[in-house]
């Protein structure tokens, strides 16, 4: 079994680092177990998603109720500019709490187990299944559904739950985000009454309930699967007008495959390069430089299946090579190593064995998760109920003594031979030493 996730961030990035440590518990530690149908296995994912959300809230229950408390010392009606007159501590206190608990996040999650892929998401982030068809060709298909205000469907459940749709396309907003789904975003949630433009509906209109999708046979024709966060295909849409984005990026990424010698390099020569159309669309004042003054974090991860790596290089870890054309391979015996690196703006790492790279061009509230069944599997116990250590510090702590040691025994040789040998240099002054010293300053001090 293996899980990879991407979680855009936004408001800050405790609500994406949070989805992204807690979603893989919430599916790997036996919750799947026993359960073998597509319909289970969705509802698992399903059941993962609002759990995550509600445990997030719970995390910041003190912030809510201390916001809740500064806001009754605040008179009801009192305008905003009054009260930061009036009240300047309590509404900076304020502040800091609304940015604390606005927080949310998207979450594109696939999951591949028993040879098929599923794919559960809330939000815009997006995940594409690149396969060869009957002729070789490569083919596209996206496995995520769209959350924002341009999504017809969204805006047809918004409209149910009593919001008015004209003025959400004006706005171009619900509230302060786009997107129509997604974990966190208490604020257009439990507090959506406080927005005039929400403050219509029924029920919360932003929700958690993913889209699902899958299980989808894992077959030879399977090429990569891609995880991004919308600044990826926003970038190039922005910067080209293309209006088969999806293709754009598999052709890019496709393309890489051919000249680069790891997942890592393929990656983030994906993400070097929609940078550098944007950035030269900018510069270049054409028509559509006004679109691309700006642009969104970056999250592509890349998981390669069948598809052929032909300058693949040899691992430093295990000195083995990266399979040009790997068999389509998920029972437990598959090998998997991972290891990464940071380079500022970037943020990157890498699961080579299991043929997966994530590139992050980021401020750091988009993050990207790989977890399988073989690393996060339960640890056995040593008698005392800890993990045992996997790394033996013997030959360290051995060194360190015998240094100590040597240390201690260099000190007590040089005190020892200090206390043997006579001092000349500073003899003690006698009596008449000192008389004639003071006769001479007191001379001095009346002349």
Same mark, same amino acid.
């Given at each position: ?53 509600? =445990? ?47 927080? =949310? ?34 083919? #596209? ?53 406080? %927005? ?11 929700? /958690?309930?993913?889209?699902?999708? =899958? ?8 090429? %990569? ?15 080209? =007008? ?10 890019? #990424?496709? /393309? ?13 020569? #994906? ?33 390669? %299946? ?34 990464? %690196? ?56 051995? #060194? ?48």
């Amino acid at each position: 079994m293996y899980l990879y996730g991407v979680f855009d961030g936004h408001d800050g990035s405790r609500a994406s680092n949070f989805a992204a440590q807690r979603l893989p518990a919430e599916l790997i530690l036996g919750q799947l177990q026993g359960h073998k149908s597509d319909v289970d296995v969705k509802e698992v994912l399903h059941q993962a998603f609002i759990g995550v959300e509600k =445990g997030f809230f719970e995390t910041i229950d003190d912030a809510l109720a201390e916001r809740a408390r500064l806001k009754m010392e605040i008179p009801e009606g009192m305008s905003y500019y009054d009260a930061c007159r009036q009240f300047p501590d309590v509404m900076e206190t304020l502040e800091k709490l609304n940015t604390e608990i606005c927080g =949310g996040t998207t979450a594109c999650m696939s999951l591949i187990r028993s040879n098929k892929l599923y794919v559960a998401n809330v939000g815009d982030s997006r995940a594409l299944l690149c396969k060869l068809d009957s002729e070789g060709v490569l083919r #596209v298909v996206q496995l995520s559904v769209d959350h924002d205000i341009k999504n017809e469907d969204e805006l047809l459940r918004l409209q149910q739950l009593g919001l008015h749709i004209r003025t959400i396309r004006q706005c171009r907003r619900l509230g302060n985000q786009e997107i129509t789904r997604s974990i966190g975003d208490y604020a257009r949630k439990g507090g959506y009454k406080d %927005f005039d433009l929400l403050s219509t509906a029924k029920e919360e209109p932003i929700i /958690a309930e993913p889209e699902i999708h =899958g299980g989808i046979p894992m077959d030879s024709s399977c090429c %990569f699967l891609l995880l991004m966060s919308d600044g990826v295909f926003n970038s190039v849409i922005d910067a080209t =007008g293309t209006d088969q984005v999806n293709a754009d990026i598999a052709s890019m #990424v496709a /393309a890489e495959f051919s000249v680069q010698s790891t997942l890592f390099g393929v990656a983030q020569a #994906v993400i070097d390069k929609i940078v550098r159309i944007h950035q030269d669309t900018w510069y270049t004042g054409s028509e559509r430089a006004s679109l691309c003054q700006k642009r969104d974090d970056m999250t592509l991860l890349v998981r390669s %299946f069948n598809y052929p790596l032909p300058n693949a290089i040899t691992s430093p870890i295990r000195n083995k090579t990266f399979s040009t054309n790997p068999l389509l391979t998920l029972s437990s015996s598959y090998s998997t190593e991972s290891g990464s %690196f940071t380079c500022y703006p970037t943020n990157q790492s890498t699961m080579m064995g299991s043929q997966t790279y994530t590139s992050t061009e980021s401020s750091g509230s988009a993050s990207a998760n790989y977890c399988s069944s073989e690393s996060c599997s339960i640890l056995p116990l040593d008698a005392d109920g800890k993990v045992p250590s996997y790394v033996s510090f013997e030959e360290f702590f051995k #060194v360190i003594s015998e240094d100590q040691l040597e240390s201690q025994i260099d000190a007590v040789g040089g005190e020892c031979e200090r206390a043997s040998t006579p001092d000349t240099l500073s003899p003690v002054p006698d009596e008449n030493d000192f008389c004639s010293n003071q006769e001479e300053n007191d001379k001095g001090s009346h002349s």
